[in-house]
């Protein structure tokens, strides 16, 4: 594979310690701060619950969460475009460190409103977390960019294991406070990874690269970028959706916290686990049939949750849920990067996480109240509408060469 900096000839990836630096420590970065999210997924609903004044607020945590990614995407393309991507990534990190240290406080002391506060910081850090995988791109030339995207995507396969660990070896650690412990070792987790990322060196764009860029309505008006954008939101809003009402659900059905634990584990490996070649499925097929294949994964998840609500049916759709994430969102974002140029790309990729996590948001606050108030089958009936309207829009579309 090759790779290369703005400014600097292409050379092998074995000739440049700076480009094998940069993709090595995002991934890194990315197993290891992963695991913020994991830990969220796995407790954010159950601490939700109960701390929450009533039980329609339970998975609002949650919610809170993806808001926080939707408000840090803008403002944290807008930093990286004038500053560069490691003091956002430097950024990022504070607000790991943050998330942790306010959840154990409030859960400590019952307080359902701070612990959404500290929701909204990890949502905030989620968000640079994600923007791994546009910064690994940058490092590759642009026939291997998709899969140097995969690849970092692929480091939260380790956050699928540390994320759920934490939680059942720390869970109990400080009664009666249960989780408070959980979320000081993420706070530590959270930090070792500014460590690793202090360490990134990516050249930002000249300020005259940047004004040569197009209007941002004149991008986002492409059929290419439209595509991109509606498959990306559906992955993720179903993920999300399904994901935030997962480990509830399976309270509800008289689960012990030890199966929703490794449903979640189960379920961020199979989110990461096929980066490993989800670049080379792209390369060789095309992104939006690796997107198409997505979709139908997820269908099968929620076609699996239906026929039974014991740990064995919630693992497995829990794990084809993850990787039929992996498959729409990487391919989504592949797609992202055939739509901008170079001076575009912090602005572009950026607008797109603000898309996606903005839709996000509504899911999760629908998720909780549908959840309560219908229960799981109508929960997973639910997502079947946006995949057909993801499908339509594919099928309509066809391949897009506007970009």
């Given at each position: 594979?090759?790779?290369?900096?703005?400014?600097?000839?292409?050379?092998?990836?074995?000739?440049?310690?700076?480009?094998?630096?940069?993709?090595?420590?995002?991934?890194?970065?990315?197993?290891?701060?992963?695991?913020?999210?994991?830990?969220?997924?796995?407790?954010?609903?159950?601490?939700?619950?109960?701390?929450?004044?009533?039980?329609?607020?339970?998975?609002?945590?949650?919610?809170?969460?993806?808001?926080?990614?939707?408000?840090?995407?803008?403002?944290?393309?807008?930093?990286?475009?004038?500053?560069?991507?490691?003091?956002?990534?430097?950024?990022?990190?504070?607000?790991?460190?943050?998330?942790?240290?306010?959840?154990?406080?409030?859960?400590?002391?019952?307080?359902?409103?701070?612990?959404?506060?500290?929701?909204?910081?990890?949502?905030?850090?989620?968000?640079?977390?994600?923007?791994?995988?546009?910064?690994?791109?940058?490092?590759?030339?642009?026939?291997?960019?998709?899969?140097?995207?995969?690849?970092?995507?692929?480091?939260?396969?380790?956050?699928?294991?540390?994320?759920?660990?934490?939680?059942?070896?720390?869970?109990?650690?400080?009664?009666?406070?249960?989780?408070?412990?959980?979320?000081?070792?993420?706070?530590?987790?959270?930090?070792?990874?500014?460590?690793?990322?202090?360490?990134v060196d990516i050249p930002m764009p000249s300020v005259a690269d940047r004004a040569r860029g197009r209007p941002i309505l004149t991008i986002v008006r492409q059929r290419s970028f439209m595509v991109a954008a509606v498959?990306?939101?559906?992955?993720?809003?179903?993920?999300?959706?399904?994901?935030?009402?997962?480990?509830?659900?399976?309270?509800?059905?008289?689960?012990?916290?030890?199966?929703s634990n490794l449903g979640i584990q189960w379920h961020v490996i199979g989110m990461y686990a096929p980066g490993f070649v989800t670049?080379?499925?792209?390369?060789?097929?095309?992104?939006?049939?690796?997107?198409?294949?997505?979709?139908?994964?997820?269908?099968?998840?929620?076609?699996?949750?239906?026929?039974?609500?014991?740990?064995?049916?919630?693992?497995?759709?829990?794990?084809?849920?993850?990787?039929?994430?992996?498959?729409?969102?990487?391919?989504?974002?592949?797609?992202?990067?055939?739509?901008?140029?170079?001076?575009?790309?912090?602005?572009?990729?950026?607008?797109?996480?603000?898309?996606?996590?903005?839709?996000?948001?509504?899911?999760?606050?629908?998720?909780?109240?549908?959840?309560?108030?219908?229960?799981?089958?109508?929960?997973?009936?639910?997502?079947?509408?946006?995949?057909?309207?993801?499908?339509?829009?594919?099928?309509?579309?066809?391949?897009?060469?506007?970009?």
């Amino acid at each position: 594979m090759e790779v290369s900096l703005e400014g600097v000839e292409a050379v092998p990836v074995s000739g440049t310690s700076r480009s094998r630096g940069n993709i090595a420590r995002l991934t890194i970065a990315q197993a290891l701060a992963g695991a913020n999210s994991t830990v969220i997924f796995a407790t954010g609903a159950i601490i939700g619950n109960l701390l929450a004044p009533s039980p329609e607020l339970a998975t609002l945590p949650i919610s809170v969460f993806v808001v926080g990614m939707a408000a840090l995407s803008l403002p944290a393309g807008l930093m990286s475009e004038r500053h560069g991507r490691r003091p956002v990534f430097l950024a990022g990190t504070a607000c790991g460190v943050v998330v942790g240290l306010l959840a154990a406080i409030a859960v400590v002391l019952s307080s359902f409103w701070l612990f959404c506060t500290a929701m909204f910081f990890g949502g905030a850090y989620a968000a640079v977390v994600l923007s791994f995988r546009f910064a690994a791109a940058d490092c590759a030339e642009p026939d291997q960019r998709a899969r140097a995207l995969s690849l970092v995507m692929a480091g939260g396969v380790v956050a699928g294991v540390i994320g759920p660990q934490l939680v059942t070896y720390t869970m109990n650690l400080a009664p009666p406070h249960t989780f408070s412990a959980t979320f000081l070792a993420q706070a530590a987790v959270a930090a070792l990874a500014g460590v690793v990322l202090a360490g990134v060196d990516i050249p930002m764009p000249s300020v005259a690269d940047r004004a040569r860029g197009r209007p941002i309505l004149t991008i986002v008006r492409q059929r290419s970028f439209m595509v991109a954008a509606v498959c990306a939101i559906v992955s993720y809003l179903l993920m999300n959706f399904l994901m935030t009402a997962a480990p509830l659900a399976m309270q509800m059905c008289g689960l012990p916290q030890i199966s929703s634990n490794l449903g979640i584990q189960w379920h961020v490996i199979g989110m990461y686990a096929p980066g490993f070649v989800t670049g080379r499925l792209i390369a060789r097929f095309g992104a939006r049939r690796v997107v198409a294949a997505g979709l139908v994964l997820t269908a099968m998840a929620a076609l699996t949750g239906l026929h039974g609500v014991d740990a064995s049916h919630f693992w497995v759709a829990l794990i084809l849920l993850g990787v039929g994430w992996n498959f729409g969102f990487v391919g989504a974002s592949a797609m992202v990067l055939e739509c901008h140029r170079e001076e575009e790309k912090a602005k572009v990729q950026s607008l797109n996480d603000f898309i996606v996590f903005g839709t996000m948001a509504m899911g999760s606050f629908l998720s909780g109240s549908l959840l309560t108030s219908y229960g799981w089958s109508a929960v997973l009936r639910l997502t079947f509408i946006p995949i057909a309207l993801a499908a339509f829009v594919l099928l309509v579309a066809g391949r897009s060469r506007d970009a």
